[in-house]
Structure formats: C-alpha cells, structure tokens
C-alpha cells in the first residue's frame, strides 16, 4: 500500500495547505507512532459479503491490539486516540486495553458522523442550518442500534431557542423515520455510491478533534463514544459507549442529570447488550491474538 500512501502524500502538498508543515508516509509502527499527540486510526478491515460479525471482530482486534500495543510503546503518555475503523467502539476497546500505560479516558471513538447526520435531519426537516441545530444525541454503538436522541436538543427559529419535539410537531416522525435514517444512513450512503462515506466522514472527525483540542462551546454538548465507567445512565462498566460530553481543557465530561424516559431506556439498553456481546466476542479473540 505504500505506493497508494504515496499518492496521498502528493494530494496533501497539493493541496498547499496553510497549516500543514510536513507528512511522513510509513508501514513502520516505530515510525508512525513516535511521539504522538493525537492518533487517528482510520484503517480497519471492512466486513465483506457473506462475513460474519464474529469474523470482523476477530480481524480487527488483531490490528488493533497491534496498533494499541505501538501507542503504549512509542507515543506520549498524553495521546488522544480517536478509533474511526469499524466496529468502531469495540476496535476502540481492545485498543485501550492493548495500551496500559495510556489513560482509558484518553481513547475515543468516532460517532460525530452520527450526530452529524442527526443534526442534518433535523435542520432538513425545519428548513434552517444545521448550525441552527444543537444538543443532539447518539447513545451506544456506532453501529445500526445506536439511538439518535433529540429530547433535550434545541433549535433556533426566529432567533429563538425551542426544543426540537415542540418545534416540528411530528412526533411519529421524530420515533420513527428519523431514528431508522441516522441509523441506517451508512448503509444508504454505499447504495448510492458504491462507496462509503468519505467526505462527510472527514468533516466528523475534524469536528471531533477540534472539540477535544479546544473545548466545546458554553451550554452544548457533542457525542463520542468513551469509556462508560461510572456513568449515571446505568449503562454498565467498561463498555466503549457514546454519550453526550462537553469538553474543556482536553477533558471530556458526561453531561449529567437528563431525564431519560421509557422509549429512550430501551434504546440505550439495547444498544449497551450488542456493545456487551461484541466485548465478549473480542475478548475472546484477545487472549489468543
């Protein structure tokens, strides 16, 4: 792959980038991971026709065991990972588990795309920005059971913030086709393009980073998927599970005391057993890679 890594390396000088210094191209572990500040782990291998989930774990948690292993090696003891390869969440986990020497706090994974598309919806739906748009929610994993959650989100409509649900008065909607597109919108993307999300999958972790680098902005809060010990949403320990943070000082914090109702419940719970199952998978794997 070194050759196509090489053609990424042209497209980047090309694009004469104010802030970009320098890009080092490598297949070394030591060279890559030297001295890091933040990592992006972006590769990962994709599930292919006819494979079954247990298989993509499996794949995965070799790659990343290594790669978690290299961070515990060679990088800074203050690196931020951000897991973006699928299973994202659990790809994330493993990692943190093969880099004992690195805070478990430090390690997050990419579900910014998810609330993205969320906010997108919504924005589509009311005819406004999707700046317009703030405190939704993913919950869980990034994977179709993830619950993008809206009840405490807000919009602004003639300069004025209103809560989502008040706002459309579509409540079938908001229960409904909304929550199977954000989920199911990956999927749609590939249909269509033959192609997974590319761009807009940049543009999430952009967003990402930027937030942990330099704070969330005073009274919102964005999704990533971290560690869940100690949450107060009874999602159980040592999951890697995406919940609402606000960040300030490169220190994300679950956004505590919002009121979850029934419908809400189930969909978290059911996100937490597939994240619960998925750990057992790639633990197992673990022990053995």
């Excluded at 599930?47 to 065991?65: P, Q, T, W």
């Excluded at 909607?173 to 393009?193: P, S």
């Excluded at 999430?204 to 560690?227: K, L, N, Q, Y």
Aim: neutral net charge; proline residues 3%; contains cysteine.
């Amino acid at each position: 792959m070194m050759g196509v890594l090489d053609g990424v390396l042209m497209e980047l000088q090309d694009c004469a980038l104010p802030l970009l210094k320098d890009v080092i191209a490598t297949d070394k572990e030591e060279v890559a991971f030297k001295d890091l500040d933040v990592a992006i782990l972006v590769g990962s291998m994709p599930r292919r026709d006819g494979m079954e989930r247990k298989d993509l774990l499996k794949a995965n948690v070799k790659i990343f065991k290594s790669q978690g292993a290299a961070l515990d090696k060679y990088a800074k003891k203050s690196v931020k990972v951000i897991v973006v390869g699928n299973p994202a969440n659990t790809n994330c986990l493993t990692a943190s588990k093969s880099a004992p020497s690195i805070p478990k706090e430090n390690f997050s994974c990419l579900t910014r795309l998810d609330h993205n598309r969320a906010k997108a919806q919504i924005a589509l739906k009311l005819g406004v920005t999707s700046e317009d748009v703030k405190n939704v929610i993913i919950w869980g994993n990034h994977s179709s059971t993830q619950y993008p959650d809206v009840n405490h989100a807000k919009v602004k409509l003639q300069g004025k913030e209103v809560g989502v649900y008040e706002a459309l008065k579509n409540d079938s909607w908001l229960k409904g086709d909304f929550i199977t597109t954000v989920q199911q919108r990956g999927a749609a993307v590939i249909k269509a393009r033959k192609l997974s999300s590319a761009m807009s999958a940049a543009k999430a972790i952009c967003d990402h980073i930027r937030d942990i680098w330099f704070g969330t902005p005073e009274g919102e809060f964005v999704s990533m998927g971290i560690i869940s010990d100690g949450n107060s949403y009874g999602v159980p320990d040592d999951l890697l599970y995406s919940f609402p943070v606000t960040i300030k000082n490169k220190t994300w914090k679950i956004v505590e005391g919002l009121p979850i109702n029934d419908f809400s419940r189930e969909k978290m719970d059911l996100t937490a057993k597939e994240l619960s199952e998925e750990k057992e998978t790639a633990f197992e794997f673990l022990s053995s890679a």
